[in-house]
């Protein structure tokens, strides 16, 4: 179907339903075709998971134990120059 313009403008929900229901539109700017409206497909594959299961450095990350105490940054803290006795 070639629609003009303005006239998809006007139509343009009930074009969205036929182009959906497999129709194919053409919209048209002076009687010369633009764009042809389509329904959307979704792209096959989408996220991987596990493509990093292998990685050691993932592994790693993986076995720390994120809240555990910081003796180092606690040494620096208390006894460093951060807070200078004054």
């Not at 009687?31 to 993932?58: E, F, Q």
């Amino acid at each position: 179907m070639l629609i003009n313009l303005s006239a998809a403008k006007t139509n343009l929900s009930s074009l969205i339903n036929r182009a959906y229901q497999g129709e194919k539109i053409t919209i048209a700017k002076h009687n010369m075709p633009m764009v042809d409206l389509v329904a959307h497909k979704p792209k096959k594959g989408g996220l991987k998971l596990g493509l990093y299961k292998d990685d050691p450095s993932i592994m790693e990350l993986a076995q720390l134990d994120w809240f555990a105490e910081d003796k180092e940054l606690n040494d620096i803290v208390e006894n460093g120059a951060i807070f200078p006795e004054e």
